[in-house]
């Protein structure tokens, strides 16, 4: 609800903090005492365009602030969480400060934020119905969720979109099997043609390296091989080094006397290095073998090296990239052979998800179409007491082509009315005159008050035009309208004043060459006077004193 205004500078008004209760509050005062004013400035708190004019003459600025209690989980408090600003647990106090050159700045909860934000945070908290209505019913693009909101249309919208979801999916599922299709068809010939040459070859990570080092030493490895060979031959020959220690040592260990003793030390020095020489010609044995090899050998490892390099340019990547080149080709050549019947099979899944997409929209559109019905008959019955009893209310729903279905369903739709039988229905902002056009709204909120999460409305003269009996059911709709929602309505009318759960006189005076405009709370006895005021005018009768307490009791009656 709004809990308080507070204004400063603003046009009239010098200073102004007023206090706000729950349920119907109704604002009276004489023709041109500043009403619209009120309504100026709660429009300036919530958003709507700043002009300069409605800076107090002489004053470099003017501002309001007007506070809203919420339930924490309302939509306005989450869009500033969601938005990395204090939800205030529920309590939103959204000022308004403009300049006497039209600039201005806009806070919630003392944080900064933009016009457009402080209008979407509006668009939440407060409607405001009158002859110059621009928000809330007259939009026909809300038309559709006030309908689902009434008919309890959820479960099915939830349906239908994801049915428009996995449609969604499944056309971008067969335009990509169509397109790698098409991609393969175009290259067919370069790709079977590119895999039969990476299968002969079968290309592995590393080899390119290793195929080289083979290479290199099957290449020196001829002139090395006779090189090791003549070693061998130097060392193993008759007179070769381990022929000639071997033969010393014999000699050695034949030596008898007092010598063999001198010699121990040489023969064991000498022992040590026949083993050691013996290790070193097994070692070089070992080596001569592993250079033998057929020159056939060298062939093959050079035919295979220079094709890894060769189809390395050709697919312009480095060798040890060829098999992840291999990879591709083979999946490319498999879409080429499986290509079609995965197009066919995107193509079953699109017409299954065609199918049910249909399914749920026409299960939605039935409900809707049901629940219009409900919500005509409903608006249009209270029509009449409003004195519109000549008037229809009816939603008009066109279907969409399928192509121009959307998550939310098959068809828009727009509430009509018509206002004598001769006429043509119409969009009710078109076809209803000022005050005609408030009392249809009022009809419609009272139908759909159940289902609204705005929780303050304004009616600004919703009564215009009417007396009597239709003034009576004016007041007694609004009355109604207050039990879901707080209801501020601006008031000619004593049957809507004496319905409101509080009252506050909005008059004009002048202090010196100042003219100011005042808003002041009524207590039981001055409501009486107020709306005998309104009853009989200037002269206030006996007679008009009693009217008002009839209405001022009328719920007790």
Not at 237 to 254: F, H, I, K, N, Q
Request: aromatic residues 4%; charged residues 25%; contains cysteine.
């Amino acid at each position: 609800m709004l809990v308080s205004i507070n204004i400063r500078d603003i046009v009239l008004i010098e200073k102004l903090d007023l206090s706000l209760a729950e349920g119907l509050t109704v604002l009276t005062g004489e023709t041109g005492a500043g009403k619209s004013i009120l309504l100026d400035c709660l429009g300036l708190a919530t958003g709507t365009r700043a002009e300069r004019t409605l800076v107090r003459q002489g004053q470099d600025k003017g501002s309001v602030s007007a506070e809203f209690s919420l339930a924490s989980d309302h939509p306005a408090c989450q869009i500033l969480e969601a938005e990395g600003l204090d939800g205030g647990d529920g309590t939103l106090i959204l000022r308004r400060q403009i300049t006497a050159d039209g600039k201005s700045r806009a806070w919630v909860n003392d944080q900064s934020v933009s016009r457009g934000m402080l209008a979407t945070l509006g668009d939440m908290l407060l409607e405001v119905h009158g002859q110059h209505d621009d928000r809330g019913l007259l939009e026909a693009s809300a038309h559709r969720a006030l309908l689902d909101s009434f008919g309890g249309h959820q479960e099915k919208i939830d349906r239908v979109s994801a049915a428009y979801d996995g449609l969604q999916a499944a056309k971008k599922a067969l335009a990509q099997a169509e397109a790698d299709l098409a991609a393969a068809e175009e290259d067919e010939e370069y790709v079977l043609h590119a895999q039969e040459e990476l299968t002969a070859l079968n290309p592995i990570a590393g080899e390119e390296a290793e195929l080289g080092d083979q290479r290199a030493l099957m290449m020196m490895g001829e002139k090395l091989s006779a090189d090791l060979k003549s070693y061998y031959g130097d060392l193993t020959g008759r007179s070769g080094v381990d022929a000639t220690v071997r033969g010393v040592l014999r000699r050695m260990e034949r030596t008898e006397g007092p010598a063999s003793s001198k010699l121990a030390p040489v023969v064991h020095a000498l022992d040590r290095a026949s083993i050691e020489l013996s290790g070193g010609i097994e070692v070089l044995e070992n080596l001569m073998r592993d250079l033998e090899f057929d020159p056939q050998d060298l062939d093959a490892v050079e035919e295979r090296l220079f094709e890894i390099r060769r189809l390395a340019r050709k697919h312009n990547c480095q060798p040890d990239q060829l098999s992840d080149v291999f990879t591709s080709i083979q999946q490319q050549a498999t879409a080429l052979s499986n290509g079609d019947a995965a197009v066919q099979d995107a193509k079953t899944h699109l017409a299954t998800a065609v199918d049910r997409m249909t399914a749920a929209v026409a299960a939605l559109s039935k409900l809707r179409a049901k629940s219009a019905l409900r919500l005509d008959k409903l608006v249009t019955a209270e029509l009449p007491p409003l004195k519109l009893e000549k008037a229809i209310f009816r939603t008009a729903i066109e279907p969409l082509e399928a192509n121009k279905w959307n998550a939310l369903g098959g068809e828009r739709m727009v509430f009509e009315v018509k206002t004598n039988p001769s006429t043509p229905f119409g969009p009710m902002v078109k076809v209803a005159p000022g005050g005609e056009l408030a009392r249809f709204i009022l009809a419609l909120k009272v139908v759909l008050a159940e289902g609204g999460s705005v929780p303050v409305m304004v009616f600004d003269e919703v009564d215009r035009g009417v007396g009597g009996a239709t003034a009576s059911a004016v007041g007694e709709r609004l009355k109604r309208l207050s039990e879901n929602a707080q209801v501020l309505v601006v008031t000619h009318s004593p049957q809507v004043a004496a319905r409101g759960r509080s009252q506050y006189q909005i008059s004009k005076g002048d202090t010196g060459n100042i003219t100011r405009t005042n808003i002041r709370q009524l207590e039981a006895g001055d409501r009486r006077e107020e709306i005998a005021r309104m009853l009989a005018g200037e002269e206030i009768t006996e007679a008009a004193r009693a009217a008002a307490d009839q209405l001022l009791h009328v719920d007790e009656a």
